[in-house]
C-alpha cells in the first residue's frame, strides 16, 4: 500500500515586524507542526521584496517579482494556509493586505465567468488565521462583528474555494503578562501538533463527506419525478380505491436509487465537460463534486454501485408484491436513465438526451406510480396525463444545453444546443413551452384524463405567455452562450404547474 501524503503546511507571518509576540506565535506554530510531521513552508511577509499595490488594471497584468513567484508556488503547493498577524484597527495590516491583493489574482485563485458568477480555483484547501489584538476577544466577535477575520475569511480566502478557515484570537495583548503570552504560545505550538491528526476533525470529515454526497445527489431535481410517480398512483386509487403502501414506498425507493445512480453516472461520465464548462450554475453543469475534488472519482464508482446494488434490492423486493408484468416501466425507466451518459448507449452524447429526461420524467414514471397501484394496462390514463407534462419538460432540459454548449462541443457531446445551435434549441424551447400550454387547455376544456387539468389555465397561459417572452428577449439579445439561471428557474418552475395541478386534483378526488 502506498504511504499516505503528508499535509503541506504553508504558514504566513503578516506582521511587518518579525520580532514580534505575532513572530513568537509563528515560530511555536511551526515547533508544533515539525513535531507532527507535515512538510511545512514558511513566508515571512517582511523578508520579501514585492510591490504591494496593484498598479496594473489587474493583478494578472503586473510583473510578477521573484517573490511573488515564489509566493505563487507555495499556494499552489499547500493543502493547509496559516497565517499569523496583528489586528490592527480592526482589521489585517497593510504589508498582508498588500499581499494578498497581488497574489489572489484571477485565473490563479478564481476565475470569472461571462454570464457571471465564478470557479474557485483554491478549492480542497483550509486554513488558519492566528491574530493578535488589544481589543477584547468578546468586543471584537459580538459587537464590531470581527470585521477583518469574516472579510478574510469569507469575502478573501473564502472566494477563492479555501475553507474551512479556523480562526485562533490571542488578546488583549497590551495587559497580558508573561505567563499569559507563555500560554498563547503553548496554544500555538499545540494547534501546530494537532496537524498529526489531520486539518478537520472527525465531525468535520463526516459532514464535509455527507454535504459532498448530498450535492452529488441534486435533490433539488427529485421533487418533481415524486410528484409526477404520486399522479400515476393517484390516477389508479380512482378506479381501486385501495393503497397499495408497500408497493408505493418500495416503488418509490427503486426510483429514488435510480435516480442516484443516473446523477452519479453522469458525474463520473461527463467529468470532461464539467471541467471545462466555466458557466456552471445551479441548474447546469453537474454537482462539481468530482472537478472540485469533493469526491474522488474512486469513492464515485463506489457510490454508483452503492445505488445500483440499493436499486436492485428494493426492485426485488417490489417484484415479490406486484406482478412482473407491471414493472416493464421501471425496466425502461432503468434502461434510459442508466444509457443517459453511460457508454455504450450514451444517449445524451447522441442528441437523444432531452427525449430521454422528458419521456422517464413523465410518461415512464406516471406509468410506475399507475401499475404499482394495479392500475389496468389498457387505460389511456397515464398516456394522456403526461402529454402535457412531457412537452413541459423539454424546455428546460433543452436550455440546460446552453451554458454547457462550449464545453459539450468541445468533448464532442451532442446535445440539442450543439447538434442544432443555441438559437435553434431555443426555438425549440419556445415552441415546446406554447405546445405545453396548448395540451393543457385542450385537457382542461376537454375534460381529458379525469378533469385532472381543471383550471391550470389561470397560471399556465400567463406564464408561458412570460416565458416565450423572454426566450425571444434573450434571442434578440445576441449574447454569446452563457449562464441563464433566470431562464432556467423560470423554465423549471413550469414544470411545477403540469405536476401540482394535477396532484391536487386526483388526490382530493
Not at 441548474?283 to 454501485?305: E, K, P, Q, W, Y
Not at 427525449?355 to 420524467?361: E, G, K, N, P, S
Amino acid at each position: 500500500m502506498n504511504a499516505p501524503a503528508r499535509l503541506k503546511v504553508l504558514l504566513i507571518l503578516g506582521h511587518p515586524r518579525k520580532d514580534s509576540l505575532c513572530g513568537a506565535l509563528a515560530d511555536a506554530y511551526v515547533a508544533g507542526a515539525r513535531e507532527a510531521g507535515v512538510a511545512l513552508e514558511r513566508l515571512d511577509l517582511a523578508d520579501l521584496e514585492f510591490e504591494p499595490n496593484v498598479i496594473a488594471g489587474s493583478p494578472r497584468n503586473q510583473p510578477c517579482e521573484p517573490a511573488i513567484r515564489k509566493a505563487l508556488e507555495l499556494l499552489a503547493w499547500a493543502d493547509h494556509l496559516v497565517l499569523v498577524f496583528p489586528t490592527w484597527w480592526g482589521t489585517m495590516p497593510a504589508l498582508l493586505k498588500g499581499f494578498l491583493d497581488r497574489v489572489l489574482m484571477p485565473g490563479f485563485a478564481f476565475e470569472e465567468h461571462e454570464g457571471g458568477g465564478w470557479s474557485k480555483l483554491l478549492s480542497g484547501r483550509t486554513a488558519h488565521l492566528l491574530t493578535t489584538m488589544d481589543t477584547p476577544s468578546w468586543v471584537y466577535r459580538w459587537i464590531y462583528k470581527s470585521p477583518g477575520l469574516n472579510s478574510l475569511a469569507l469575502a478573501s480566502l473564502g472566494f477563492c474555494g479555501i475553507a474551512p478557515v479556523r480562526r485562533s484570537i490571542f488578546g488583549p495583548v497590551k495587559d497580558s503578562d508573561p505567563e499569559q503570552r507563555a500560554r498563547w504560545l503553548e496554544a500555538a505550538r499545540r494547534h501546530g501538533s494537532r496537524l498529526r491528526e489531520g486539518v478537520l476533525t472527525r465531525g468535520e470529515r463526516r459532514r464535509k463527506t455527507l454535504g459532498a454526497w448530498i450535492a452529488a445527489l441534486r435533490l433539488q431535481f427529485h421533487p418533481m419525478a415524486w410528484g409526477a410517480y404520486g399522479i400515476g398512483a393517484a390516477g389508479a386509487l380512482q378506479a381501486s380505491a385501495k393503497f397499495d403502501a408497500a408497493a408505493f414506498w418500495l416503488g418509490w425507493l427503486s426510483l429514488f436509487c435510480l435516480e442516484a445512480l443516473t446523477v452519479f453516472t453522469n458525474e463520473y461520465f461527463d467529468y470532461e465537460s464539467d471541467r471545462r464548462n466555466r458557466n456552471f450554475g445551479p441548474f447546469t453543469g453537474g454537482s462539481r463534486v468530482l472537478v472540485d475534488g469533493r469526491i474522488s472519482a474512486a469513492r464515485m464508482r463506489l457510490g454508483i454501485a452503492w445505488a445500483a446494488l440499493g436499486f436492485l434490492l428494493a426492485s426485488f423486493a417490489l417484484a415479490a408484491i406486484v406482478p412482473m408484468s407491471r414493472l416493464v416501466p421501471l425496466g425502461l425507466i432503468a434502461v434510459l436513465a442508466i444509457g443517459y451518459t453511460t457508454p455504450p448507449l450514451k444517449l445524451c452524447w447522441r442528441g437523444l438526451g432531452e427525449l430521454d429526461v422528458a419521456l422517464t420524467h413523465s410518461t415512464a414514471i406516471i406509468l410506475c406510480g399507475f401499475l404499482f397501484q394495479g392500475g389496468a394496462w389498457d387505460t389511456s390514463f397515464p398516456e394522456l396525463v403526461s402529454v402535457p407534462l412531457f412537452l413541459a419538460v423539454l424546455p428546460a432540459i433543452i436550455m440546460s444545453g446552453i451554458p454547457d454548449y462550449a464545453a459539450d462541443h468541445a468533448v464532442g457531446k451532442r446535445s440539442l444546443a450543439v447538434l442544432l445551435g443555441p438559437r435553434a434549441a431555443t426555438r425549440i424551447a419556445q415552441a415546446t413551452t406554447v405546445a405545453a400550454a396548448l395540451a393543457a387547455l385542450l385537457w382542461q376544456y376537454g375534460g381529458v384524463a379525469a378533469a385532472s387539468f381543471a383550471g391550470i389555465a389561470i397560471v399556465v397561459v400567463p406564464h408561458a405567455a412570460l416565458q416565450t417572452w423572454l426566450l425571444e428577449r434573450y434571442l434578440r439579445g445576441g449574447r454569446p452562450p452563457g449562464r441563464i439561471d433566470g431562464l432556467m428557474a423560470l423554465s423549471l418552475l413550469y414544470i411545477v404547474w403540469f405536476v401540482a395541478v394535477p396532484l391536487y386534483h386526483l388526490t382530493r378526488a
